[in-house]
């Protein structure tokens, strides 16, 4: 595995490797390609000016939208002069275009192109993001797959992001006690390694969060200046949410209103209703509302766990005022658990079958040595068309997002208890905590299966579940 390769989409002017524009995975007939750019762009956080990155859909809006059905036909176009390569999260493309540097494909140069073609699946909420370091700088944006008939309701998209002047390279080495080096970074020659656990002597205290950010993102904005968005009064809203946060997990407080969550990671679940629910980074929830006949502004916040800062948007129905919300609340936000997660029940669960193959996966790291690591306790020998379950077992005291590529799961236990949850793609796993989640090993290739904090997958929490 060449680092320089993999390291290149975080460094400007690092030369690499990049495909013919020919198309990667299997060509569908039909339709021109839409054409996604990844740019770089100035937003201002905190009264002063930031560079990050972008992904601008052919309306210029952040990503691409399709509806169900539609092939994922994109010509994905690096205007930058950093190499990248992009992560369709939630979709379920062939290996070859997952979007793991050099895994197969290689990143995409600056000012090059590269052309995908394969079926989008299912209406959903998804995003996109880079599988480096350039995630932490916004290189990041919705995937939205529409359903075939859209129901009688107003969408509202909202990507969370967690911000912060420092490069990523400052961040990671502040983290690990590193010197700041251009060659410090995401290092995927870790792919596919199984690390033994760490140990541990002595009681642990849980940690929460290990970066302290210069701010909280809701679409590219702090509570000092929310997107305000306007509604009917009385109208039906569909809320998707999406935690494109690097380290950072949050509860969506509705505030006055009761939502009911329809979706997770894509997916749809038997309704619940509350007016919280806990994301962790990499998920995505959908949440109806029907807003009372008033005119009243609603903010939709984000609240950073076990801290009071926070982030959000406002619905605004006409005639409705809107007054400046802090971003620090009165208390800190909920400390994310799994109480939410085992009164989850797919809509569409996987067939009950049993489990050909059953494996452990340890999550395991060193929160002093920033060292993190993933354990199985056997290799994974899988056949096309098998059943497989893994338990995720954290030893560690920090809570572990655990996301699969190419696939989706359905969450069978907590702790051994079994019971038939929702389907996702990526689950948290707290400290001293089992889930347990079926597969169905239905799409090829060396897939990437890792936490979603990108500092733990920076620092060694990646490995792969892989058959052919």
Known sequence: ???????????????????????????????????LAITRRAIEVNGRAASVFGLTGPDGKPGPSFTEGE???????????????????????????????????????????????????????????????????????????????????????????????????????????????PMAGMDHSAHGA???????????AMDLNDIEYDAYLANDRTLDDPEVVEVE????????IINGATATAFTIDLGGLEGELIAVDGRDVVPVRASRFPMTMG???????????????????????????????????????VTRIAVEGEESGPVLDLSLEARLSAARPLAPLPANEAYQLALDGDMAAYKWSLALDRPIVVSQGDRVEVE?????????????????????????????????????????????????????????????HLYHMAAGMMTTFGYG
Request: hydrophobic letters at 40%.
């Open 1 to 35: 595995m060449n680092r320089r390769h993999l390291l290149a989409g975080i460094m400007a002017g690092t030369a690499a490797l990049s495909l013919p524009r020919g198309p990667v995975g299997r060509a569908l007939a039909g339709g021109a390609a839409k054409r």
């Open 71 to 181: 092939a994922f036909n994109v010509l994905l176009a690096n205007e930058t002069g950093e190499a990248t390569l992009i992560h369709w999260h939630g979709l379920t493309p062939p290996w070859p275009s997952d979007g793991v540097p050099d895994q197969p494909a290689p990143p995409i140069a600056g000012r090059e192109e590269r052309s995908y073609d394969f079926p989008v699946g299912e209406a959903g909420t998804h995003w996109m993001h880079a599988h480096t370091l350039q995630e932490q700088a916004l290189l990041a944006a919705p995937l939205i797959v529409g359903p075939a008939r859209p129901a009688d309701e107003q969408e509202v998209v909202v990507l969370l992001h967690d911000f912060s002047f420092k490069t990523p390279e400052e961040l990671l080495a502040s983290l690990t006690g590193a010197k700041t080096d």
């Open 194 to 204: 199984m690390s033994m656990p760490a140990s541990h002597d002595g009681p642990m």
């Open 233 to 240: 009064r009385g109208g039906r809203v569909r809320l998707r």
């Open 283 to 321: 998920q995505r929830i959908d949440v109806r509302l029907r807003l009372p006949d008033e005119a009243r502004a609603f903010p939709i916040l984000a609240l950073r766990e076990g801290e009071p800062q926070r982030t959000g948007i406002i619905l605004r129905p006409a005639g409705a005022s």
């Open 392 to 452: 995720l077992v954290n030893r560690s005291m920090m809570a572990h997002p655990m996301h699969l590529h190419g696939h989706h799961f359905q969450i069978v236990a907590i702790d051994g208890q079994r019971f038939a949850g929702a389907v996702r793609d990526t689950v948290l796993v707290p400290p001293r905590r089992s889930v347990t989640v079926a597969v169905d090993a239905d799409n090829p290739g060396q897939w990437a299966f890792h936490c979603h």
